[in-house]
């Protein structure tokens, strides 16, 4: 039997992963996503339903009922599946309002559906640049954008997490290139910490590139109308791209897009490979992300309850005497330090109902493991007291806090 070497050397792998505590399990929800959560039975001592403060479900549409009508009669009228790529046979009205509706929530001049954030991400880079250019990256960015970066041959400078020293350094070093792409995360997903973009902006504008926010965790969430981290920062019109997903705040279904200058978003159409040689996003999605999308552009309730929720978890915790990495974004680390309390803890907080994450080496540094709550404006400040709770008799048996 041919495969007989496979079977010895994955094994071997699988070993290795297990032996170093890194072996991912999945945990079965039987229900929709959503503040509460039904998980199957078989967790030890757990509760059948607990909280959910660990999905992106920011803005809790992933189980809205407008958005639940809309993706029915997405499927009702436009069928299920597109069974072609774009360019063939493939768009329909749907995706073109969906772009449109995108660029005018972000007031970018167009918009490009992928069937993800990491296929926009994965099929950027190499279309708009070539070895005359140079691409510029945070060291902590998300790993689509490490791939994407991977798959073209522009010249590579990797600057220290946020450290605008080592960026404008690169940006010196790159200057021979013909052009400069600054790529970064709006938000990174381990602390919540926002990208200095600022900074990075002033930078590219000093050494002439352009910028890049992958802006996933923000598209949405944050800025005084919803448009993200350069939203955030009053810098909406001073950066060149944006790629995003549809898989958090907008809707949390699947689907990404890039957004941003005109011209490269027309050479995507021409170029980008996972936008020609893979399937169109179906119109259960389309439709559902252009009614999340209304949600979202239609006032500021949802993130003002989503801001409530997070300020009020964020001073209780503090308050019990966690330390809690400041920040004003819903991603909320609760800094542990050692691994094995971070597992623990995890694990007696869903015994007590609230399913957390934690998280360790190698995902974040040695040292810094951590319990990442995530809040959902789908929570009610009741269930986040409840929470909090929680957290307070767990972090005591734990000796955590006092
Ligand atoms: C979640 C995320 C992605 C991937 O998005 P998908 O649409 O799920 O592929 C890409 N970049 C960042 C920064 C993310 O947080």
Same mark, same amino acid.
Do not use: W
């Given at each position: 039997?041919?495969?007989?070497?496979?079977?010895?050397?994955?094994?071997?792998?699988?070993?290795?992963? !297990?032996?170093?505590?890194?072996?991912?399990?999945?945990? =079965?929800?039987?229900?929709?996503?959503?503040?509460?959560?039904?998980?199957?039975?078989?967790?030890?001592?757990?509760?059948?339903?607990?909280?959910?403060?660990?999905?992106?479900?920011?803005?809790?549409?992933?189980?809205?009922?407008?958005?639940?009508?809309?993706?029915?009669?997405?499927?009702?009228?436009?069928?299920?599946?597109? #069974?072609?790529?774009?360019?063939?046979?493939?768009? =329909?009205?749907?995706?073109?309002?969906?772009? =449109?509706?995108?660029?005018?929530?972000?007031?970018?001049?167009? @918009?490009?559906?992928?069937?993800?954030?990491?296929?926009?991400?994965?099929?950027?880079?190499?279309?708009?640049?070539?070895?005359?250019?140079?691409?510029?990256?945070?060291?902590?960015?998300?790993?689509?954008?490490?791939?994407?970066?991977?798959?073209?041959?522009?010249?590579?400078?990797?600057?220290?997490?946020?450290?605008?020293?080592?960026?404008? #350094?690169?940006?010196?070093?790159?200057?021979?290139?013909?052009?400069?792409?600054?790529? @970064?995360?709006?938000?990174?997903?381990?602390?919540?910490?926002?990208?200095?973009?600022?900074?990075?902006?002033?930078?590219?504008?000093?050494?002439?590139?352009?910028?890049?926010?992958?802006?996933?965790?923000? @598209?949405?969430?944050?800025?005084?109308?919803?448009?993200?981290?350069?939203?955030?920062?009053?810098?909406?019109?001073?950066?060149?791209?944006?790629?995003?997903?549809?898989?958090?705040?907008?809707?949390?279904?699947?689907?990404?897009?890039?957004?941003?200058?005109?011209?490269?978003?027309?050479?995507?159409? =021409? !170029?980008?490979?996972?936008?020609?040689?893979?399937?169109?996003?179906?119109?259960?999605?389309?439709?559902?992300?252009?009614?999340?999308?209304?949600?979202?552009?239609?006032?500021?309730?949802?993130?003002?309850?989503?801001?409530?929720?997070?300020?009020?978890?964020?001073?209780?915790?503090?308050?019990?005497?966690?330390?809690?990495?400041?920040?004003?974004?819903?991603?909320?680390?609760?800094?542990?330090?050692?691994?094995?309390? #971070?597992?623990?803890?995890?694990?007696?907080?869903?015994?007590?109902?609230?399913?957390?994450?934690?998280?360790?080496?190698?995902?974040?540094?040695?040292?810094?493991?951590?319990?990442?709550?995530?809040?959902?404006?789908?929570?009610?400040?009741?269930?986040?007291?409840?929470?909090?709770?929680?957290?307070?008799?767990?972090?005591?048996?734990?000796?955590?806090? !006092?």
């Amino acid at each position: 039997m041919a495969y007989g070497a496979f079977k010895s050397v994955i094994d071997a792998q699988l070993a290795e992963i !297990r032996a170093a505590g890194l072996y991912k399990t999945e945990r =079965q929800l039987v229900g929709p996503q959503g503040a509460q959560i039904r998980v199957a039975s078989g967790h030890g001592h757990a509760p059948d339903t607990v909280l959910n403060l660990c999905a992106n479900n920011y803005l809790g549409l992933a189980n809205h009922p407008e958005v639940l009508k809309a993706a029915a009669e997405g499927l009702q009228h436009h069928g299920y599946g597109m #069974a072609s790529v774009r360019f063939i046979c493939g768009t =329909q009205d749907l995706h073109k309002r969906l772009e =449109q509706a995108l660029s005018t929530f972000l007031g970018t001049a167009d @918009t490009i559906l992928y069937s993800s954030c990491f296929d926009a991400n994965t099929g950027l880079f190499e279309a708009v640049l070539d070895e005359r250019d140079a691409v510029i990256s945070d060291a902590l960015n998300h790993a689509s954008l490490i791939d994407g970066i991977r798959l073209c041959k522009a010249q590579r400078f990797r600057y220290g997490h946020a450290d605008m020293g080592e960026l404008e #350094a690169a940006l010196k070093q790159a200057s021979a290139c013909r052009l400069r792409l600054i790529a @970064t995360d709006g938000v990174f997903s381990m602390d919540g910490h926002l990208a200095r973009l600022p900074e990075i902006v002033g930078l590219a504008e000093r050494y002439d590139a352009a910028v890049l926010v992958d802006d996933s965790h923000a @598209t949405g969430v944050l800025g005084p109308s919803g448009r993200g981290t350069p939203d955030h920062f009053g810098l909406a019109d001073r950066v060149d791209l944006i790629t995003g997903t549809l898989g958090k705040a907008l809707g949390g279904a699947s689907g990404g897009f890039t957004t941003g200058r005109a011209e490269i978003i027309e050479l995507l159409r =021409q !170029r980008s490979r996972p936008y020609l040689f893979s399937n169109a996003l179906p119109p259960v999605i389309t439709a559902a992300a252009l009614q999340a999308l209304k949600l979202v552009a239609q006032g500021d309730a949802l993130r003002a309850a989503l801001r409530a929720r997070t300020a009020f978890f964020r001073t209780q915790l503090s308050g019990l005497g966690f330390t809690v990495t400041p920040g004003e974004h819903p991603i909320i680390p609760i800094m542990l330090g050692d691994a094995a309390l #971070a597992t623990r803890m995890a694990d007696r907080l869903l015994e007590e109902g609230v399913y957390v994450v934690g998280f360790s080496y190698p995902v974040v540094p040695k040292g810094q493991a951590r319990i990442r709550v995530q809040v959902s404006a789908a929570l009610s400040h009741e269930q986040v007291e409840q929470a909090v709770k929680a957290f307070a008799k767990v972090g005591r048996e734990l000796g955590v806090i !006092r």
